[in-house]
């Protein structure tokens, strides 16, 4: 299994101590295209959070590729974001002050990667996702649909073993939603990334494989969506 | 390292006004220790002027009158220093520490040369004497062993008194005598020193013979003619009696050291001429490797002063680029948010704001420091240049007020260290910024 989830727990202790996550097993395989949806509140982001390394979890283990993700320091968790998970946000998350080309280099100059080589490799993700021609481009001069695939192409460029997409068409009007969504179960099928989408429209759920639904903390059903009719809006578009 | 640079340039790209305002705080801070150190400096060195014109292991001593009573003898009394006293301070008691010793005897007169007289004193010397007070010789020569022991009736003149002598109206009287003619007017109209050399001046009622022409500096005494010890001493027979004393000495090292010498070899002498051992007044020593010292601890007590005046101004300067990386962190929550989301360690961040802060501190400083330096040239040129007259003595205000080079590269630590300590809290926050919290941030 390429991501386990052994009871984990989570509480938040600002003031009134909210436990969020009360033990969520959950096995995710390798190159699966998964999402989990569940209501504001249910604790779906939290999920995320501990999925990306962004957050720790009080009891319980989570392995990534049999890797324990437990009480790591700063510096390694970012060095473990930085290799084995792509991010893609609702709202891109671009730096804004920096071109296209630029934005998806960021991850490899952390990692050291030399200024040319990474340059012609992020030119390359670039133009793989159709935005060759706005490499030199800042964020605010593109389209959102633009910036989620430079978002998008930011995420691929370490060929991370996990993409973890939080509301990825949160922004985005139906048809670039659709879009982006068509992009990666295309990058799921063709080539193998294992994807994990937080969402709470159904459309975006039903695009995917595999629905895990949460609520109050607790996973509840588990979907297999390989069909796609899991939404009954959901079957050829995605209803915003 | 170009990336770094990368990073900061658009950093400060996006915030040109705020930069420069802050800046201009560190530059001021930094101009302000350049133009006081150099301020100081010059004062200092127009205080010194002259302090480097002796060897700095001398000591003078002279004899005074006593101030108290002592071995039944009333205090008034006027001391009187003779051979004796050298042979006292040459002698085997004081050898660990005294090197050369020479005795003055001196007298005044009129010195007359054609037609022109002016009043001064011959003073009887070793040729020691030269080396002791730095004596500088102009044209001729000083005092030799020859001259001590032949008794020769040579003299060497100040370059001032020469002036006066080889002024204007002698030249005709000269002419008129019938005497080689003095070449008075030289190729550019000065007076020709060299002249007078192996002529002869009338001191009182006796001829001697000019061998040397000394430099006339600061703390020379412009009526002072050199002779032969000896000589002065068998022609205005002063018996046993000597005016001054002074000596070289070595191996006192601090100021106990030289304050305790002094105190051992005053009493030796006093003892001698019946006055107690511990009074100043009966005999007067100036020793100026002491003074020196003294002279330096002022200065360093001034430079450190500066430093600490200059420091404090450039803590206004550290604290706004302080601030100003405060706000800067605030606004890049969410990029750093972004970047750490992405793989950037909590030192790539911390590296960014402190890189930011040192590099304006460093810019700005610089250019504080080139501007400070500039105005110590200005003032070099002007106030350094001009003096003003104090009793008949020309003092300048300001010597060469400038900064070293080793200025230059403490204030260059100093700006990298206040850099770093502007940037340290701002990138300590920026550091610490959670992640998703950042990334929530707008």
Redesign the interface.
């Known amino acids: 299994m390429l991501i386990e989830l052994k009871g984990v727990n989570k509480t938040y202790n600002n003031g009134q101590p909210l436990h969020v996550l009360k033990g969520i097993d959950l096995s995710i395989d390798s190159g699966e295209f998964v999402s989990i949806m569940g209501a504001s509140g249910s604790g779906k982001s939290t999920l995320l959070?501990i999925l990306?390394i962004?957050?720790n979890y009080d009891t319980g283990e989570y392995h990534i590729d049999g890797r324990l993700i437990k009480g790591l320091s700063?510096?390694q968790a970012?060095?473990y974001?930085?290799?084995l998970i792509g991010?893609i946000?609702q709202s891109f998350?671009?730096?804004?002050?920096?071109t296209a080309v630029e934005n998806v280099e960021?991850?490899l100059?952390?990692?050291g990667v030399g200024?040319s080589r990474r340059h012609q490799m992020a030119m390359e993700y670039l133009d793989r996702l159709g935005l060759a021609d706005w490499a030199s481009h800042y964020p605010n001069e593109m389209s959102g649909g633009q910036k989620q695939r430079v978002a998008i192409a930011?995420a691929l460029i370490?060929n991370p073993k996990i993409l973890l997409a939080d509301e990825p068409t949160g922004a985005l009007d139906s048809k670039t939603s659709e879009e982006v969504m068509q992009l990666l179960s295309r990058l799921n099928r063709q080539e193998g990334v294992t994807i994990i989408v937080v969402t709470h429209e159904s459309g975006v759920a039903n695009c995917t494989d595999k629905i895990v639904h949460i609520k109050d903390g607790i996973i509840g059903e588990i979907e297999d969506n390989r069909e796609h009719r899991a939404s009954m809006f959901g079957v050829n578009t995605i209803m915003k | 390292m170009r990336d770094v640079f990368t990073e900061i340039w658009e950093s400060i790209r996006r915030n040109k006004l705020r930069t420069c305002l802050t800046g201009f705080a560190v530059s001021w801070g930094i101009f302000m220790l350049i133009v006081l150190l150099g301020a100081g400096n010059g004062l200092m060195n127009a205080f010194m002027t002259g302090s480097d014109e002796f060897s700095t292991n001398t000591m003078n001593v002279g004899a005074g009158r006593t101030s108290k009573p002592y071995d039944g003898l009333k205090e008034g009394r006027r001391v009187v220093l003779d051979d004796r006293d050298v042979e006292l301070t040459e002698g085997p008691r004081f050898e660990d520490y005294i090197d050369d010793v020479v005795a003055t005897v001196s007298t005044s007169g009129v010195i007359t040369y054609g037609r022109k007289h002016v009043s001064g004193s011959v003073e009887g010397n070793y040729p020691a004497r030269q080396e002791m007070d730095r004596i500088r010789i102009r044209y001729g020569r000083f005092i030799n062993d020859k001259d001590i022991r032949d008794r020769r009736k040579v003299v060497v003149l100040p370059e001032a008194m020469v002036e006066n002598l080889l002024g204007e109206g002698n030249v005709a009287s000269g002419a008129r005598l019938g005497r080689r003619s003095f070449n008075v007017s030289g190729e550019n109209g000065q007076v020709d020193y060299a002249s007078i050399i192996g002529e002869y001046v009338r001191i009182g009622s006796m001829s001697w013979r000019v061998v040397g022409i000394t430099e006339s500096n600061r703390m020379s005494d412009d009526n002072v003619c050199y002779a032969p010890y000896t000589t002065v001493k068998t022609i205005y027979g002063k018996g046993q009696e000597i005016d001054e004393l002074l000596f070289t000495f070595h191996g006192l090292e601090s100021e106990e050291a030289n304050e305790a010498f002094e105190k051992e070899y005053r009493a030796a002498i006093n003892l001698r001429h019946r006055a107690a051992p511990d009074d100043r007044r009966a005999l007067w020593i100036w020793n100026r490797f002491t003074q020196n010292l003294q002279m330096n601890k002022g200065r360093n007590i001034l430079s450190t002063a500066l430093w600490i005046i200059g420091l404090f101004t450039l803590l206004g300067g550290i604290v706004g680029v302080s601030n100003i990386m405060l706000i800067t962190v605030k606004e890049r929550t969410h990029e750093f948010g972004i970047r750490k989301a992405i793989g950037a360690s909590p030192w790539s961040i911390t590296k960014l704001i402190l890189a930011e802060s040192v590099t304006i501190t460093a810019f700005f400083g610089y250019v504080g420091m080139l501007v400070g330096m500039l105005v110590c040239e200005v003032l070099d040129k002007t106030l350094g240049q001009s003096s003003m007259s104090v009793m008949d003595e020309q003092i300048s205000m300001l010597v060469n007020p400038t900064v070293g080079l080793d200025v230059a590269l403490e204030a260059t630590l100093v700006l990298i260290i206040a850099g770093s300590l502007a940037g340290f809290f701002p990138a300590r926050k920026a550091a610490q910024v959670r992640p998703i919290e950042a990334l929530r941030a707008e």
């Open positions: 959070n990306g962004l957050d700063e510096k970012a060095d974001r930085n290799r991010f946000f998350n671009l730096i804004g002050f920096k960021l991850p100059f952390y990692q200024r930011r370490t």
